[in-house]
């Protein structure tokens, strides 16, 4: 070798020391200008001899544009998630199951370590040199984002030499995260430059190693922490502690407060100071994870529903934040309902930024009392919407209390305050309730049933919270709401007709009814000479159009917007009655012998079907669709889940979830979507969270991915 390709090599080791010190070790011992001027000579002999240059040179992090879009990876073993546990009580479920599971004379120890917030990826060492970064994706199948991975500095491009030999190959698993300081820093300059400001530190590391540009990613302050191991080839471990001190010794980031839990007990004073401290944390974390440390426990264990039996996420609670009222207005919805909504001072909270705050109702109003100008704490849980836990006046020149509107704000139509009847049978000799019913329906069954001279029925008006604009279809708000919601996704579908063009279509009277949307392309030419609308455009949203024509009898049903038919009564209609003429014609006694269709919900359908001007937009709308029936099971008793509760969370693949609700409720199931002590089974896809966990602690039997098709097909083999 000469001289020169000697120094290079050596120049290469030298940077690369230089890189453990200063990103691992936070210990560098040389200065910028040292560093540069070594980097500078690097470049030099590089671009005088390009053909000795090789990618894990220091000088090879930000490579080149790839051109289209990142290639899919399928990952060599499922990257898996984690089950949360959201107290005390569910930690110790935890360990209990695990001491059960592995015996009592066995000592358990956890790894314990904080819960990163930031985008999870598989590093791939080959004989110890990085080839390749792959996002978790849905956990079996990733995008391979080398190239920006290769852009992070503290991700060593090689492994250091160390006692430990390398492996053949080696899948380190980490979090890739941007530190709080950074994250400001990157969100004050995105402000400056009048770019998007990023919500969370989270969706900026994801969004930062999605760049079809690397030198866009190499830009982004991306840190990375090793938190687990995947396939690994010539190398055995025994337990994560082991794993975590090599892979320090091969240079790769591991977080110093991870620790070694002796007990349970341990766990939890772990988690207490781990949470006390957290606001003096460099960088965003949500909670801590507990992982059982021995690897031959670890396989016992196994895994469920695509979360490893042997580790936990312990989440800190739900942030509450302070934040200011605005104005209080309400808002009116596709029924007319009147929601008061506040308006915030925007807040970040738990990672969403947070500007509109629902109040629900009037009784929900009076509760809260807020007033424009009052103080405010909002809590969000995970995906949940926010919620206004209290309000906390400000003492002087408390504004006035919000009254309900006497008139629309959209329409001025006067305001219909919705009262309810409860029906309560009573004893007429000692006056006394006896029982209360919610339709004279059911009142009257009772009494039917349980004959007796002294029993009466009394009617009695209550006010409902709910208030609602009487203007029908003549209220803009109303009228379009009920577009929106027939186009929407899991209405009939249509793409390409959002708000604003729906808006438009409608102000231009191009639609007036839903049959309207159908003859759209009559109206081609006059389409494209209308804003927004190229030749392109219309020829997309008419095959858009064309595609919906088609559609399942439920959808259809669902689409309608009639009152109190959400997506799963609109199902059970369409596949007990069969066609849309049968649900038409259904009399009220028909309706409430429908699963999940009480008295209320059944008047609201026969209102519906009474009602002139309904009828005259089906007829219209109906010979435009090509509708797609079910096919009829003749007895419910024959049916495959007749009986059963059934609830389904998690992503579902290849199947929507969506495909196997129907085909349950098709099949006499039903299908519910909260976990209660009635659910027989839980159906659990990927990423399941809280639902699976609620499942776990009340015992409903679990249906994990492997198993679907199984059940579907022959439920028995479960019972
Ligand atoms: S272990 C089988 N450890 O949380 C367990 N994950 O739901 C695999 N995460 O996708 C992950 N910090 O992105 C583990 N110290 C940590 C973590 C951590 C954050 C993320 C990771 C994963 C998700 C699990």
Known sequence: ?????????????????????????????????????????????????????TPESPSQRVGIKPESDFATFKHFQQMLSLANAFNEEDLRNFHDRIVKNLGKAKQIKYFCEPKMDGAAVSLIYEKGILTKGITRGDGTLGEDITSNIRTIRSIPLTLRESVNPFPDLVE?????????????ALNLKAK?????????????????????DPAITSSRPLAFFAHGIGICKGVEFIDLQE?????????????????????????????????STRDSIPFEIDGVVFKVNELTSQNQLGEIARSPRWAIAHKFPAEEVYTEIEKIDFQVGRTGILTPVAKLK????????????????????????????????????????????????????????VAAPSKCPSCQSPIDFNYQSEWTIIDTKTSNPVKKFSSSYEAQKYLETNQSANLNILEERIESPFIKCSGGNNCPEIFQGKFTHFVSRKAMDIDGLGQEILLTLINKQFIKDFADIYSLKRHRVELEKLERFGEKSVDNLIKSIDKSASVELYRLVFSLGIEEVGETTARNLANIFGSMEAIQESSFEDLIAVPDIGPRVAAKITDYFSNTENIASLKALIPCLSIINPKLNISREDMKFSGLQIAITGKISPMSRDEIKNLLILDGAKVTSSI????????????AGSKLEKAKSLGVRIIEKGDIDTFINDPKKFF
């Open 1 to 53: 070798m000469n001289d020169l390709k000697e120094r290079y090599l050596s120049i290469q080791k030298i940077i690369r020391t230089h890189d453990y010190e200063y990103y691992i070790l936070d210990d560098s011992k040389i200065s910028d200008q040292e560093y540069d001027e070594l980097f500078r000579e690097l470049r030099q002999i590089e671009s005088e001899n390009p053909d000795w240059i």
């Open 172 to 184: 380190v698993r980490g979090e890739v995260f941007i530190s709080k300081p950074n994250f400001n």
């Open 192 to 212: 400056q430059n009048g770019d998007k400001v990023f919500a969370n530190p989270r969706n900026a590391a994801a969004g930062s190693l999605r760049q079809l």
């Open 243 to 275: 794993i975590f001190s090599v892979f320090a010794s091969w240079g790769l980031p591991v977080n110093n407060l991870n620790k070694l839990a002796t007990s349970i007990e341990d766990c939890l004073k772990y988690f207490k100071k781990i949470e």
């Open 346 to 401: 925007t807040v970040n909270v738990g990672g969403v930024n947070v500007s509109n705050c629902t109040l629900h109702n009037l009784d929900e109003l009076t509760r809260l009392d807020p007033r424009v100008g009052d103080g405010a704490l909002i809590k969000r849980a995970g995906d949940v919407i926010p919620k206004m836990v209290k309000v906390i006046p400000k003492k002087q020149n408390r504004g006035k209390g």
């Open 676 to 687: 209660s002590k009635k659910t027989d089974y839980l159906i659990a896809g990927e990423n």
